[in-house]
């Protein structure tokens, strides 16, 4: 399927790693100019650099968007930008036995306010030019949140309604607004996570535990769902550039849940 994105340019803020650095990687694979974003000078190379080497097309923009003035800077770096993809977002540390009002608030801007930013500097170009695609990245874990660092997932549950009044503020533009909520991702950083508590758990196992051995004891005691396996990266990644696409126009003010059903599974 043609996703119509070779005339496009793609903003990923945060995508200097993680699941960003995969959903940059597959829109550059489906043809768009892919904006790698990180907060510091070099953060992005690898990035760009990985893409380059594959035949894509991307270039590295350095901006700390957890402030206006940090955003504005992005704008002014980013120039003409066709599809948004607000990733960026992180766990602050939030908790009811310590509820500081600063880091419930710094867990708000960096999950929520972010991407605000981003796209209310990117958005009235896309109307005036009568196309446009806003994805902001979610959580499944907000539909179903343990005690730790709930300001996280009280910012990730506030995303729904934010996306919905955006696509209704661009009703009619050509312009849609999604959300896409992934469960559990074996990001690197993921892998190395559950890494050590199996190996917490489990004391005579190998220092180098096989990842299908721990990912296999986490979806039995602890993060289960219907598939039985964790998406990579790369699985959220295609579904983000499908929304991004042309073909994906009549999806608009929608949470779409990639969690391989475990919400159900926890029932």
Request: proline share 5%; hydrophobic share 45%; charged share 20%.
């Amino acid at each position: 399927m043609d996703l119509d994105l070779h005339n496009k340019t793609a903003l990923v803020t945060g995508s200097w790693r993680g699941t960003g650095s995969a959903i940059a990687g597959v829109l550059a694979a489906e043809g768009a100019h892919v904006l790698v974003h990180g907060f510091e000078a070099g953060q992005p190379d690898a990035v760009v650099e990985s893409i380059v080497a594959a035949g894509g097309r991307a270039t590295g923009v350095v901006a700390d968007i957890t402030s206006d003035a940090g955003a504005q800077d992005l704008g002014e770096s980013a120039g003409t930008v066709d599809v948004l993809i607000n990733n960026f977002g992180t766990p602050g540390g939030s908790s009811w036995t310590n509820p500081s009002s600063e880091i419930w608030a710094a867990e708000w801007n960096n999950n929520v306010l972010t991407g605000v930013r981003v796209a209310g500097l990117c958005t009235p170009a896309m109307r005036d030019r009568g196309w446009g695609r806003v994805i902001f990245l979610g959580t499944v874990g907000a539909r179903m949140p343990g005690a730790r660092n709930p300001g996280y997932y009280a910012a990730k549950a506030g995303m729904h309604a934010l996306v919905r009044t955006l696509a209704v503020d661009l009703r009619g533009s050509g312009v849609t607004a999604n959300l896409v909520s992934p469960g559990m991702i074996a990001t690197p950083e993921i892998r190395e996570l559950l890494t050590r508590r199996y190996q917490r758990q489990h004391p005579d196992a190998a220092p180098e535990t096989p990842w299908d051995d721990v990912a296999s004891w986490a979806l039995d005691t602890t993060m289960p769902n219907l598939n039985a396996r964790f998406a990579d990266p790369e699985d959220i990644a295609r579904v983000v550039a499908f929304v991004a696409g042309g073909p994906a126009w009549h999806i608009n003010g929608a949470d779409i849940a990639v969690d391989g059903g475990a919400v159900d599974a926890r029932g």
